[in-house]
């Protein structure tokens, strides 16, 4: 595994995570604006929003990889998830198993908060991180649906 440590975001992380958050947009080909991405900073930053980030730094301390995440009720379990929004790494970091460092950290959260899954989802032709993914995970059969609002 690369030499990199998973941190929760601090303040210290803007730019990097600015920049990792754009390319994530980019990659899904979604209009991101300056705006969009400062209230999901502020929504990060609030403790009474559900949204946490982790990041992977590498040796210098710039952020590399990032993971949001929130925890989300599962009432026909009776129990508490962990559900990934956004995993990106930067470019230059793929194949350094920085996506496995951040779901593994994720993972370790989820225990320490005694969450009964970590779940995502991907698009379907997004094999690169879908190898990862069928290497760390389990895929489910279940299907995602839309009513856009």
Known sequence: M???????LQERHREDWNR????????????QTQEMRDRVW?????PAHGTEAF?????????VGLAHFRPFARPLSASTGGYLDDLFVDPQMRGKR????????LAQEGRRR???VIRWITAEDNSRARAVY???AKLTP???YDIPL
């Open 2 to 8: 690369s030499d990199v440590r998973i941190v929760p």
């Open 20 to 31: 990792l958050y754009a390319g994530y947009a980019e990659f899904y080909r979604v209009t």
């Open 42 to 46: 502020s929504w990060i930053h609030d």
């Open 55 to 63: 990041v992977a730094e590498d040796a210098e301390g710039h952020a």
């Open 98 to 105: 920085v996506a496995d460092a951040l779901l593994e950290a």
């Open 114 to 116: 005694g969450w009964s």
């Open 134 to 136: 069928d290497r760390v």
């Open 142 to 144: 279940w299907r995602t």
